[in-house]
């Protein structure tokens, strides 16, 4: 028996009791709509008030909290399917499961620019202005886009090709490697983890000890930058379990098959739904001009 079966058999075979999945479900539901309504403050912030629409650093901002908002509502809403319909049609699966991991993959080629951007500003202001234009911005969200894609939308080509038709108009229980089984796909998915996180890594211990050599001769702003860069850090090393989650749920399966879903639930509440939080630490509550443009909004 493969993995991927094996993961099947274990959720088939030890289901939450009722009260258990009832209090569950409550949990990720309350935990999306807080995280998403105060992220819908942060967009409405920046919507309406002109100063943070020419700021690239805001705008890359606001996409990476649009981008989680995406990202959160689907992955609830996979959640709680799991325990409501539980199995649902194949081609429903695999859009959802792609959208959810197109703006997964978005996150840390966000926090990346967002670093960079940082930099740029601290260690080369002059030409901060020239470098970081708004068309320029704009442009490397597409960018983002366009690379989460490349690396996500061979699993439904190759699925197409390996897969006969009758298994897309078919029930499933909705995983990733359920909606998209062939094994080529997961060799695929480890290399392109191993390069992304290798480059994203990179950018962000560059740049974080760039500033940090700024801060020790510049002003209070580069160490504000400094500790911005961290936080960035920190959000990234808990995205991370997306891609090193799946070898620690298979241990941890295999040494306790009826706490799986306990440990499926922590995990996903760590690696999904924490690291949508603390966007809004980073500049709703840090950032002295969106904090006051913020809290005039909560107030009305």
């Known amino acids: 028996m493969d993995v991927s079966s094996f993961n ?26 807080s995280i998403n309504y105060i992220n819908a403050c942060l967009v409405h912030t920046f919507c309406k008030h002109q100063i943070f629409n020419t700021n690239p650093r805001y705008i890359l901002f606001i996409h990476l909290v649009v981008n989680d908002m995406i990202q959160l509502t689907l992955t609830v809403i996979l959640f709680v399917v799991s325990y409501t319909v539980y199995q649902i049609n194949v081609s429903v699966c695999c859009v959802l499961t792609l959208l959810a991991l197109i703006t997964t993959e978005n996150t840390p080629l966000n926090l990346a ?82 390069v992304l996180l290798v480059i994203v890594w990179i950018t962000i211990f560059y740049t974080y000890f760039r500033i940090l050599l700024a801060a020790q001769i510049a002003n209070k702003e580069a160490k504000k930058a400094r500790n911005t860069i961290l936080l960035h850090g920190f959000q990234l090393l808990l995205g991370m379990g997306t891609y090193v989650g799946p070898q620690v749920l298979n241990v941890l399966r295999t040494w306790f098959p009826k706490s799986y879903l306990d440990h499926l639930f922590a995990f996903y509440i760590i690696v999904q739904v924490l690291p949508r939080s603390i966007s809004p630490i980073l500049y709703g509550v ?12 909560l107030c009305c």
């Open 8 to 33: 099947v058999t274990v959720v088939l075979q030890y289901r939450d009791s009722f009260s258990k999945a009832v209090t569950k479900n409550v949990i990720v539901v309350v935990l999306g709509i």
């Open 113 to 194: 620019c967002m670093a960079v951007e940082c930099y740029i500003a601290i260690c080369i202001p002059l030409r901060h202005v020239q470098i970081c234009t708004i068309r320029k911005t704009w442009m490397l969200i597409g960018l983002i886009w366009n690379l989460s894609m490349l690396s996500v939308l061979p699993d439904l080509f190759i699925t197409l090709a390996t897969e006969p038709l009758d298994f897309f108009h078919s029930r499933i229980f909705c995983l990733r490697h359920t909606a998209f089984p062939d094994p080529l796909i997961i060799q695929k998915r480890e290399i392109t983890y191993s």
């Open 286 to 297: 840090r950032d002295k001009t969106f904090r006051k443009y913020l809290k005039s909004n």
